[in-house]
């Protein structure tokens, strides 16, 4: 049951034709991170991480707005107990957030309406970003009195520069989705009525990749920047050399030698 007392789920996981699509699911509260949407979303990342079935996972939000920020309702009811709460609340969506970006398959956020805050924060781990064109992005923490949270500040800087970074966390200025998609935060933008089916087309078309191809990929670019060239060499060759080894890479060669699609299995 979620904190706001509907027998509803907060989160929502569905995982057909090996694509995990996640749904925040408070949509009368903007899809508000609650301790027990944070405590659900955890859940459904560790069932994408269980899953082997799984080549996409699809993060969405239920409504009008993909995730509005902290539930501060519920945080401001706590009184001097808030940082408790919060603490509480982080310890359950900084590991979702961590196993959905240690998955082998790509994550994709389709962004409906407001990210912000934590929502935010999310759209910026996932490696694809599709915006809905009315759909707001801003982080907002400081204009409560917070830092950012939710891997903000470790996935923004890498998106957009530091400087730019510090700018929509000092200012709190909103960017629309043309805007985000201009400084590296969306991938791409669409007519709000098509978002989710521009975003089940690309998670269908990632899905019949190379799995094991996009997981090394995800972690080379995410290592890069703590890697000296010559240790970013190194991995890359360690990685490409493992990939040749396993049969969608004997697959894909193959395929192309032969002018043929390519049928990956994801190994």
């Known amino acids: 049951m979620s904190d706001d007392g509907a027998a509803a789920p907060t989160v929502l996981l569905e995982i057909r034709e090996q ?36 080549r996409v996972v699809l993060i969405t939000g239920a409504g009008a707005n993909f995730c ?13 107990h808030m940082g408790g709460h919060i603490k509480q609340v982080l310890e359950h969506l900084h590991p979702a957030i961590a196993l959905l970006s ?4 790509p994550v994709i956020a389709a962004v409906n309406g407001a990210a912000a805050g934590a929502g935010m924060s999310l759209a910026c781990a996932c490696d694809l970003v599709l915006a809905g064109e009315s759909a707001r992005f801003t982080l907002a923490y400081t204009r409560v009195g917070l830092s950012p949270d939710g891997s903000a500040t470790y996935f923004l800087p890498r998106l957009v520069g530091l400087r730019r970074a510090l700018d929509l966390a000092l200012t709190n200025r909103t960017l629309t989705a043309n805007e985000a998609r201009d400084w590296g935060i969306v ?22 990749g190379a799995t094991a191809a996009f997981g090394a990929t995800r972690r080379l670019f995410r290592a890069s920047m ?10 890359e060759l360690d990685q490409i050399v493992a ?23 994801g190994r």
């Open 19 to 54: 694509v995990a699509r996640i749904t925040l699911n408070r949509p009368a509260a903007g899809n508000a991170l609650s301790l027990d949407l944070a405590r659900d979303l955890l859940g459904a990342a560790q069932r994408c991480s269980a899953d082997t079935s799984v």
């Open 68 to 80: 509005v920020g902290g539930d501060l309702k519920s945080f401001s009811a706590q009184g001097e």
């Open 102 to 105: 240690g998955l082998e398959a």
């Open 187 to 208: 991938s791409s933008v669409v007519p709000d009525a098509e978002l989710l089916v521009a975003a089940e087309r690309l998670a269908e078309r990632l899905a019949n």
């Open 226 to 235: 703590a890697h000296s060239l010559e240790e970013q060499m190194a991995q």
């Open 243 to 265: 990939l040749a080894t396993q049969p969608d890479a004997q697959e894909g060669a193959a395929a192309f030698v032969a002018k043929r699609t390519p049928h990956f299995t």
